[in-house]
DNA sequence: CGACACATGTAACACGTTACATGATTTG
DNA sequence: CAAATCATGTAACGTGTTACATGTGTCG
């Protein structure tokens, strides 16, 4: 639920039309988070419908501005200062894939751990490669680059530690054997 | 697009009815990854429309019994080797308030980051405690909680790097700084 | 009997995606 | 003028969520 939010923002200085909306948005995520147009414009109605926009009807040049209303402003800032729902997190699909795997007889899972791992890796270095050609001074582009870095190293992480707690649980079930997993937050402070 | 291929999973066994399709799926994933009843009935729904499950409309005891057919077993393996789409990736809500909140004259988005920070931490701490009472050999459990772990460590090190990369950027526009902040994947291995 | 858990289902809605259709404006 | 680009929209569909309604079996 973040693209309506997005389009008030990006309303506040002033009112805009649909696929300028579109750009601004590209503008800032594009290779990393393309926006299809068609949403922009779905997005708008339901807005105008809630009462969060409302539309200059004008017909300048057949382009139909939007401008964000008091109420627009009160939810935006609203949603603003709410922390993002955590729980209960969205269901990874990757994760639910290794777990099909564990159940159903036959199959490596090992050798799956590793085909997703190469793949990931793969991915990142394509953010990567974004994130260097970005301008020097597009710092939306290289956030949003980073978070995405951020969130693929995590998936290679734990596709290490799985791979890793898998070779303890899946042999003869050595169950005297300690838990060495490391703790994923070993090195983080919990106050920075 | 997880759960319609895990219950097609737990399907593999012998055919099975809505509501024990559900327990088992919160029998490995519950406290972290809840899956609501209803879900699970129009999901069985869809499936059986596209043909990969039948339902063994035999009535015994008011439970309606699905049972994965060839079509079903085919696409499963289909999906159970496809890697997950990674590109394009979720918009993240958070990553899109902080831009936000970047755009916005007159917010201090150093004290957004930090609220979060604070608040990922805690939650963190929530399914640390969740893998410290799982059993000793429930595998799918921990599976989950570190995932989750690690998708939540990546969140706390992109604020922590969204903060000093704001820091730099944000004063008066010192061009001639150098980019300092640390690559994300500093400490991975490509190969394990 | 009454309460409770078991079991199934439906209705309405949300956001997101894709594909398609249509008009207006600029430019070679 | 013709083609490309700008700009708006719609239609159909997918997964997912919540709230509500309904029936069935069991047990004190």
Avoid: C
């Avoid at 389009?7 to 800032?28: C, T, V």
């Avoid at 109605?45 to 409302?54: A, C, I, N, S, W």
């Avoid at 530690?161 to 050595?174: E, F, G, I, M, V």
């Amino acid at each position: 639920m973040s693209v309506p939010y997005a389009l008030l923002a990006l309303l506040i200085d002033g009112p805009k039309y649909g696929l300028r909306l579109q750009n601004e948005f590209e503008a800032r995520t594009g290779e990393v988070w393309p926006l299809n147009v068609g949403q922009v414009y779905t997005t708008l109605q339901r807005l105008e419908r809630d009462g969060l926009v409302e539309s200059d009807d004008e017909g300048e040049r057949s382009q139909k501005r939007y401008r964000i209303t008091p109420a627009g402003e009160h939810d935006l800032a609203a949603w603003l200062r709410t922390p993002p729902d955590l729980v209960p997190p969205p269901r990874d699909e990757l994760v639910i894939k290794v777990l099909v795997a564990l159940q159903i007889p036959g199959i490596d899972v090992h050798e799956i751990l590793q085909a997703h791992r190469r793949h990931v890796i793969e991915v990142m270095q394509r953010y990567t490669r974004i994130k260097a050609g970005a301008a020097k001074d597009d710092v939306a582009l290289a956030l949003v680059a980073d978070a995405e870095l951020f969130r693929l190293e995590g998936i290679v992480r734990w596709l290490d530690a799985a791979d890793a707690r898998l070779k303890q649980h899946q042999p003869p079930t050595p169950a005297e054997v300690a838990d060495l997993t490391p703790e994923p937050s070993a090195e983080l402070e919990v106050l920075p």
